[in-house]
């Protein structure tokens, strides 16, 4: 059961990290009925494979970003690469000092 709460959990971040207000919202999104993800939170039932597959396209990542525990907002992640991808070597190389940096301060 442990991996039900963590789709629970990932729907509700994944949701808030796109800005949407509600799960009644997210639902209508998806053209569900309004209770469709408060019923997938609450237990009630469980997300089908095609349902999932639909809302990772939403929320446009895949399968395997949806269950990485250390991505929690991956549309944010694509765009930052999108920027940087563009960037000439050296810059990236500061990016990447910054981060590292970032990330030592986070621990």
Same mark, same amino acid.
Request: aromatic share 8%; with cysteine.
């Given at each position: 059961? %442990?991996?039900?709460?963590?789709?629970?959990?990932?729907?509700? =971040?994944?949701?808030?990290?796109? +800005?949407?207000?509600? &799960?009644? &919202? /997210? !639902?209508?999104?998806? #053209?569900?009925? %309004?209770?469709?993800? @408060?019923?997938? /939170?609450? +237990?009630?039932? $469980? *997300? #089908?494979?095609?349902?999932?597959?639909?809302?990772?396209?939403?929320? =446009?990542? !895949?399968? @395997? =970003?949806?269950?990485?525990? $250390?991505?929690?907002?991956?549309?944010?992640?694509? &765009?930052?690469?999108?920027? *940087? %991808?563009?960037?000439?070597?050296?810059? *990236?190389? @500061?990016?990447? %000092? /910054?981060?590292?940096? /970032?990330?030592?301060?986070?621990?």
């Amino acid at each position: 059961m %442990e991996y039900l709460d963590f789709v629970r959990k990932r729907i509700t =971040e994944l949701r808030l990290a796109k +800005g949407i207000p509600s &799960e009644r &919202e /997210l !639902s209508r999104r998806l #053209g569900k009925n %309004e209770l469709y993800i @408060q019923h997938i /939170l609450s +237990g009630k039932h $469980n *997300i #089908g494979l095609s349902s999932f597959f639909d809302l990772c396209a939403y929320f =446009e990542i !895949s399968p @395997q =970003e949806f269950f990485d525990p $250390n991505l929690h907002n991956p549309t944010l992640v694509k &765009e930052a690469l999108a920027v *940087i %991808e563009r960037l000439p070597d050296d810059d *990236i190389r @500061q990016l990447m %000092e /910054l981060a590292k940096k /970032l990330n030592r301060k986070d621990k």
